[in-house]
């Protein structure tokens, strides 16, 4: 099973995939000291992306976020690809300033094809993502 | 991407290792958006403090400083997380302070020019029609493209920081006439006679059309609205629908003389039920902040009226911020000191959701509720567990002297 992406940028990565159904913003929804989403009422609420392959939908927030990518990469806390369905320019610019594989576009929608918890591999000159291995 | 002879003489060398990391990092977000080229910019506005930036980013700057990263058009700064004259007082972190100071001395050592305000475009830098700049935060990008016809993406601190030192930017986005194009129109039926009204309609459409590209096109408005209500209107369009640009019939100078085919209104009704869906929480009155964007001349000489001969509730805060110039400004006109007679706190060159500390602030002071006329500092804030209040300016100084939430 693997997904196509329409934009790509980073080298070839693997790890567990975390699939969410709400858009992301390392400002208002993640605790930029434990890797762990915090925001009240998030979908993803209590979820460490520490080292995990993240899909999310869309973008969220403002100028701020644009280094916040490289300061959770510092602290060791990054995750190793952010997957989203739609983007903007601050999460581009935050995630290559960063050295994180990113990528926008999505065809067929994640929700069809790998659940959290699945071994994916990105590889961003290709702009594919495939299901290495179903969660156990 | 398609490099001119300058740049790939950037690239080589030319101009230094920072130019060039700051060039072929420039290329890699170019080719992502699928840029044919770069354009030359004219201004940067950037966002950098230790709060966004941490640890990481600070020895990353000051290395770059040290490497020789010297900025070739102007540049300045946005609204950062300390006024170091209230740093003790506010509960923030001496060593964070430390830090800040260092940063700031590294960006100055770029030739940064560190203005510490989110309203360049009220106070330092107005670009004109068609002039290419790289700015962030949102606020500015979207008064740039919007009011001044000018062109701007958002860009982050280190995108902002590049094109500093390379003197240009990938041209993508709202560099190019095919995003700068209304794609939905908005009849303005409402009277809108306070800022908070105009951010209120800035959540409304915002939250409808949330989507970058999206470039709403106000028309029908009654009267000419002026520069402190376009501004808290492109602010909340920005913050709540992640919007860059919107036109305004008869105001604006890219605005259409045809309308797009979807369309939307926002009446008095609409405004009423805005107000009404922020939810009171526990009665909180205790905190009334206003800022986020910083205040003009105008703002501060508004609120200086509404707090003459009145005074802040005792056991309550009342924040306003602004940048240096306009605080000096107020000073000799005497809006400051009324102000501090009410007992208001000024602080300057910050905003108040990025404060250093804000998260342990709130919970020192139990603060629960956070009531503002700003629609776009009510909807970033809620990541420091703040429930926030929408409220007209009025009605905020009232909020604020009375101690009651209505």
């Known amino acids: 099973m693997s997904i196509t992406v329409n934009r790509a940028f980073g080298p070839v990565v693997e790890g567990e995939a975390v699939v969410s159904e709400e858009g992301f913003s390392p400002r208002y929804d993640l605790d930029r000291w434990s890797g762990v989403i915090t925001k009240p009422g998030h979908k993803l609420e209590g979820t460490s992306i520490v080292d995990k392959i993240c899909f999310f939908p869309t973008a969220k927030g403002g100028i701020a976020a644009g280094w916040a990518f490289y300061d959770i990469k510092w602290k060791k806390i990054a995750p190793k690809a952010f997957i989203f369905g739609v983007t903007n320019p601050v999460m581009v610019q935050g995630a290559v300033f960063a050295g994180i594989p990113i990528t926008e576009g999505w065809s067929p929608h994640p929700r069809e094809a790998v659940k959290t918890g699945d071994w994916v591999r990105v590889d961003p000159a290709r702009r594919i993502i495939e299901v290495l291995r179903r969660k156990a | ?406």
């Open chain 2, 1 to 406: 991407m398609e490099l001119t002879p300058e740049e790939r003489s950037i690239l080589g060398g030319g101009r230094g290792e920072a130019a060039k990391r700051a060039l072929q990092y420039q290329i890699e977000v170019g080719r992502f958006w699928g840029a044919k080229r770069f354009v030359p910019v004219t201004n940067v506005h950037m966002m950098g403090d230790i709060e966004v930036m941490g640890d990481g980013g600070l020895a990353w700057l000051k290395e770059e400083a040290g490497s020789g990263a010297r900025c070739v058009v102007g540049t300045t700064t946005n609204a950062r997380c300390m006024d170091f004259a209230h740093c003790e007082r506010m509960g923030q972190d001496a060593g964070e302070a430390v830090k800040e100071k260092e940063l700031i001395a590294a960006l100055r050592r770029m030739d940064v020019v560190t203005t510490d305000t989110c309203i360049n475009y009220q106070t330092v830098y107005q670009p004109h029609l068609g002039e290419h700049v790289a700015w962030g935060d949102t606020g500015t990008v979207i008064y740039a493209n919007s009011v001044f016809g000018a062109r701007s993406n958002f860009e982050a601190g280190p995108a902002a920081l590049a094109a500093a030192l390379t003197g240009r930017t990938p041209e993508y986005g709202f560099h190019l006439d095919e995003h700068r194009k209304g794609t939905f129109a908005v009849e303005l039926k409402a009277k809108l006679d306070d800022l908070a009204d105009w951010g209120a309609v800035g959540k409304l459409v915002g939250e409808s059309h949330q989507n970058y590209y999206a470039v709403p096109v106000f028309h029908g408005y009654h009267r000419t609205p002026g520069a402190d209500e376009l501004k808290h209107l492109g602010a909340a369009l920005a913050s709540y629908g992640s919007m860059a640009m919107f036109h305004f019939a008869g105001v604006t100078p890219e605005a259409p003389s045809m309308l797009p085919n979807e369309k939307m209104a926002v009446s008095d009704a609409d405004l009423e039920a805005v107000y009404r869906n922020f939810k009171l929480g526990d009665g909180d009155a205790r905190l009334v902040v206003f800022s986020g964007p910083q205040q003009s001349l105008f703002e501060m000489k508004n609120l200086s009226d509404l707090f003459e001969n009145r005074k802040v509730k005792g056991g309550s805060t009342c924040i306003v911020t602004t940048n240096s110039a306009i605080l000096q400004q107020s000073r000799d006109l005497g809006y400051a000191q009324v102000l501090q007679g009410a007992g208001v706190t000024i602080l300057e060159g910050v905003c108040f959701y990025i404060l250093q500390n804000l998260s342990p602030m709130r919970e020192k002071n139990r603060w629960t509720n956070m009531v503002s006329n700003s629609a776009k500092i009510v909807n970033i804030i809620g990541a420091h567990r703040f429930n926030t209040i929408l409220r007209r300016t009025a009605d905020c100084v009232e909020i604020a002297c009375s101690g009651v939430l209505k």
